[in-house]
């Protein structure tokens, strides 16, 4: 869109917030830039110019506006719409796969070189993965100048910096000020209940509206005791990260999602971020999904009715899918026992001093060596299951932000036990895909009947091709038609 001037200065002149994180204003007489919604007077047209990211801006020379913090934008939806190379390299840098393991890292997981990976960002998006990375860094280094008490040499090595000089170059560069002054700039924590020793508080950004009924009710109806729970009005769960592991606290609020992270290695905070924003759906376009769904007469209703649901998604795509596995025709009550019973013989013991988490989910590795005899599932199931975590363990099965959506689709369906609705849920919930679609889903069908909707699955696909590219959303509308705990915030 940035290469559109006129849409983009209408955007900016009317403050709209939807295009937050989708471009970026950088005005040539301050070399600052900004979100499109910057409660500042706009610029001058013939003053503007609009890049496609922060990075963008960075590598032209501007810093990060002091106002409205354009840094901290939503991420740009298109990253989860799209399945070609370029949206995949964009899902593996926020998941801090370049800090890890370099531009070569990120190239061998795309199967590109990594001249093609630099020739193609630069093309799209004005910056190259090392300047995207850069850009991330200094947003989570950022993050722990003003919400922990951290030496900055330590913010420094645990933001992904190589060194303490670069770190102080970086900052000053994009927010025009030292590491020790945004220290001061920041505001007091607010009165009441301190953060645990060790916590990170920060505040995720989300396109408005956002619906939290049916995207906690979710999370914490479906919740496996010991990794997860809802406690205090948040949702609470167990991480398991490529440094360590942690536990999140995650709120929600009228304008913001908020957010306590406590890590054993800060250097995981990065990915963090990026696998709750997965989780919450918070990168979504709700104007854009709601739109294109209102324009059918029978769902229109339920659009009107709470505007801005979301897809909730996963903290850990494998975990999902054995998970998925585990609620095949069984009830919700009944799948979180199954994994209950798995979490407690395999998973890996945590502490958790602010409630009652105790464990990490089992990683695939672990329960390849399951023996069958002591699953309590039918024997085609338990087949199934192990066939699944045997696949994800020997990478023959991969399942991460870098994945071909529809490459993972046939892999899945080639498993034994797996079925649309099984690799459709896995698609919408681990994967990301916005347009995955269960029509044989009993809820659905129900849902499509109740509303004089088809209630066939192949009727009801050929109508919901007029949904598309949003059927997952269409889906979370159908569903929260139901009483069923899901679409409930818990009280």
């Known amino acids: 869109m940035h290469t559109d001037t006129e849409r983009c200065v209408r955007a900016v002149r009317s403050k709209d917030a939807r295009f937050d994180g989708v471009f970026f204003t950088a005005v040539r007489t301050t070399r600052i830039y900004c979100r499109p919604s910057c409660p500042v007077v706009p610029p001058k047209p013939e003053n503007m110019e609009f890049h496609p990211s922060a990075a963008s801006c960075q590598r032209a020379g501007f810093r990060a506006c002091k106002r ?5 934008s939503p991420g740009s939806p298109q990253w989860n719409v799209r399945a070609d190379a370029v949206a995949r390299a964009m899902r593996l840098i926020q998941d801090g796969v370049v800090d890890r393991e370099g531009v070569p890292g990120l190239a061998r997981r795309l199967g590109w070189s990594t001249r093609q990976i630099e020739r193609q960002l630069l093309a799209e998006l004005g910056a190259g993965p090392l300047a995207l990375a850069r850009a991330q860094r200094a947003q989570t280094a950022r993050v722990l100048i003003e919400t922990t008490p951290m030496p900055l040499g330590e913010v420094a090595f645990a933001a992904g910096f190589s060194s303490i000089r670069t770190f102080n170059e970086t900052v000053r560069e994009v927010f025009a000020l030292a590491p020790g002054e945004l220290r001061a700039r920041a505001a007091r924590p607010a009165a009441g209940r301190a953060p645990a020793s060790g916590a990170i508080t920060l505040r995720l950004p989300f396109r408005a509206p956002l619906e939290p009924s049916n995207l906690f009710g979710h999370l914490a109806a479906t919740a496996v005791p010991g990794v997860e729970e809802w406690r205090d009005g948040a949702y609470r769960r167990t991480l398991n990260l490529p440094y360590g592991h942690g536990v999140v606290a995650l709120a929600p609020r009228a304008d913001h999602i908020a957010c306590r992270l406590s890590l054993t290695d800060p250097r995981d905070l990065t990915g963090a971020i990026s696998r709750c924003r997965r989780l919450l759906d918070l990168d979504a376009d709700p104007v854009a999904v709601d739109e294109r769904l209102r324009a059918d007469p029978l ?32 009830s919700t009550a009944a799948a979180r026992t199954h994994a209950a019973r798995l979490v407690a013989a395999h998973g890996t013991p945590v502490d958790d001093p602010e409630g009652g988490l105790t464990h990490l989910f089992p990683e695939p590795g672990a329960l390849a060596a399951l023996d069958p005899e002591t699953l309590a599932l039918p024997r085609s199931r338990r087949t199934t299951l192990l066939t699944l975590v045997r696949a994800l363990a020997d990478g023959s099965l991969p399942l991460d932000p870098a994945d071909d959506r529809e490459e993972v689709r046939a892999r899945l369906l080639a498993l034994p036990g797996f079925g649309p609705w099984t690799t459709g849920i896995i698609a919408m919930r681990a994967l990301g895909d916005p347009d995955a679609f269960l029509p044989g889903d009993l809820g659905v069908r129900r849902a499509a009947e109740g509303l004089g909707l088809p209630s066939t699955p192949a009727a009801l696909t050929a109508r919901a091709a007029h949904w598309r590219p949003w059927r997952a959303y269409a889906v979370q509308y159908l569903w929260a038609t139901d009483s069923h705990p899901i679409n409930h915030l818990p009280s």
């Open 68 to 72: 409205c913090r354009p840094d901290t």
């Open 299 to 330: 769902l229109a209703p339920l659009v009107d009715a709470a505007p801005g649901r979301r897809v909730p998604g996963s903290a850990d795509p494998a975990e999902f899918a054995v998970r998925a596995v585990l609620g095949q025709q069984v």
